[in-house]
């Protein structure tokens, strides 16, 4: 079945790049998706990869695709304190859910 | 639009009881989705609604929960009677058909005591 598996912690000092990576099973999503939950709070979606993409930037973030390996990563430049939250990969599944991973919780010491 | 309204916010009640948890999805979006995340289990789907159809609903986890959507703008999922570990954050999430993002309320924490 359609699985995502990312690591579970992860943790930088400011001002580092953290680098998140997520593995999927499924080759049919067309996008895959990198989401934001800070404490307490509900899922934001950061940003989005096309599947025939390599690579995607927007800002500090820069999302990483390598199809062949169904790998997935989300670089952070310059890693402030106010990234620290759980970020969640995920695949569009075959009919138009969405398949998340268990989360990485960044944490970015000062 | 003020996004995906979920109430109550933070929900407590005892064993046994009924549970009503409720959804107002993005106007005009067409799939609605029921997610629970725990600390072991993660981010669950739980059933989803394409144009108030239930599509998919095997992650409903037993038969005690329900879930509803009698119109566009509106669902419910329902837990009765409830226990102890279904204690969680349930989360509503809506999108437009082919659309490459889900908006996510902001969730009803759920303890059963």
């Known amino acids: 079945g359609e699985d995502v598996e990312q690591s579970l912690f992860l943790s930088v000092r400011e001002g580092d790049s953290s680098v998140i990576n997520c593995t999927y099973t499924d080759s049919s999503s067309t996008y895959l998706y990198w989401y934001k939950q800070e404490p307490g709070a509900g899922l934001q979606l950061l940003t989005y990869?096309?599947?025939?993409?390599d690579m995607k930037q927007d800002q500090r973030l820069t999302v990483l695709l390598n199809k062949k390996d169904k790998h997935l990563s989300l670089r952070i430049a310059d890693t402030q304190t106010g990234d620290s939250a759980i970020y969640f990969c995920?695949?569009?599944?075959?009919?138009?859910?969405?398949?998340f991973g268990k989360g990485t919780k960044l944490s970015v010491k000062p | 639009d003020a996004g995906v309204i979920q109430s109550p916010r933070h929900e407590v009640t005892e064993m046994g009881q009924e549970v009503t948890l409720r959804c107002k999805p993005i106007s005009g979006h067409d799939y609605l989705f029921w997610y629970r995340q725990t600390m072991m289990r993660g981010l669950e789907l739980l059933i989803y609604f394409n144009n108030n159809v239930p599509i998919d609903d095997s992650g409903m986890p037993e038969d005690r929960f329900s879930a509803k959507m009698p119109n566009a703008s509106f669902s419910t999922l329902k837990i009765q009677p409830s226990e102890p570990r279904d204690s969680a954050v349930y989360f509503c999430?809506?999108?437009?058909?082919?659309?490459?993002?889900?908006?996510f309320g902001q969730g009803t924490r759920l303890t059963v005591v």
């Open positions: 995920a695949e569009g599944g075959s009919q138009g859910n969405l398949i």
């Open positions: 999430a809506s999108s437009d058909r082919g659309a490459t993002e889900a908006f």
């Open positions: 990869i096309f599947s025939n993409m």
